[in-house]
Nanobody, 123 residues
Framework: QVQLVESGGGLVQAGGSLRLSCAASARTFSTYTKGWFRQAPGKEREFVAAITWNGDRTYYADSVKGRFTISRDNAENTVYLQMNSLKPEDTAVYYC????????????????WGQGTQVTVSS
């Protein structure tokens, strides 16, 4: 099966930055929309950001707009999430995912998921 593997999570203080990476096991993901979701304890998984297959359009949740930037490198089968000005409410497990559609902001639109990486922001 195809695999998505996240990395780059960790513990940071409020106002700090982290860069998450998601590596795909195969180049078959090159035409898929790539997205980032997060899930905090006791809450449902929520959409964070997405990027189309060629990187020409990006989408962000209002809660992260202006602070987070999603990008992708299809040659390396990798998608990134640069997170700046982190807040305690950003604390969650972050997941990368791949969807066949051109635009996807809902969990059910994504077919493939990574295992998640923990991001903890202290105040």
């Amino acid at each position: 099966q195809v695999q998505l593997v996240e990395s780059g999570g960790g513990l940071v203080q409020a106002g700090g930055s982290l860069r998450l990476s998601c590596a795909a096991s195969a180049r078959t993901f090159s035409t898929y929309t790539k997205g980032w979701f997060r899930q905090a304890p006791g809450k449902e998984r929520e959409f964070v950001a997405a990027i189309t297959w060629n990187g020409d359009r990006t989408y962000y949740a209002d809660s992260v707009k202006g602070r987070f930037t999603i990008s992708r490198d299809n040659a390396e089968n990798t998608v990134y999430l640069q997170m700046n000005s982190l807040k305690p409410e950003d604390t969650a497990v972050y997941y990368c995912a791949a969807a066949p559609g051109p635009i996807a902001t809902m969990d059910r639109e994504y077919d493939y998921w990574g295992q998640g990486t923990q991001v903890t922001v202290s105040s």
